[in-house]
């Protein structure tokens, strides 16, 4: 099982990038795809999430800017971030909530690498 972070780079502020993290290989089911990112010196913090049913939630500081959106048939969330500042710089990491693959013996969450969203004032 393998999950992708994709569609950072460097953007200027009031820019737009679309973030995609695909999950690949053995999988029955996943409870929900996460969104978190990390700034430099700062603890990671959960930006939105979406779960299998389709319901979605986004912490105050992305809310109406960022949306994020499930592609079931490609196994790929979308993470649109729209009026982008200097403060959403970050690595931005998607996390697989409650997955279930024969390969394991018990649910997992994975995390991906991370990919790098620079923006620029």
């Known amino acids: 099982v393998q999950l992708e972070e994709s569609g950072g780079g460097l953007v200027q502020a009031g820019g737009s990038l679309r973030l995609s993290c695909a999950a690949s290989?053995?999988?029955?089911?996943?409870?929900?795809i996460e969104w978190h990112r990390q700034a430099p010196g700062k603890q990671r913090e959960l930006v939105a999430f979406?779960?299998?049913?389709?319901?979605?939630n986004y912490a105050d500081r992305v809310k109406g800017r960022f949306t994020i959106a499930r592609d079931s048939a490609k196994n790929t969330v979308h993470l649109q971030m729209n009026s982008l500042k200097p403060e959403d710089t970050a690595v931005y990491y998607c996390k697989a909530v409650g997955l279930v693959s024969p390969v394991y013996g018990q649910v997992m969450n994975f995390w991906g690498k991370g990919t790098l969203v620079t923006v620029s004032s």
């Open positions: 290989g053995s999988i029955v089911s996943i409870n929900a």
């Open positions: 979406i779960t299998s049913g389709g319901i979605t």
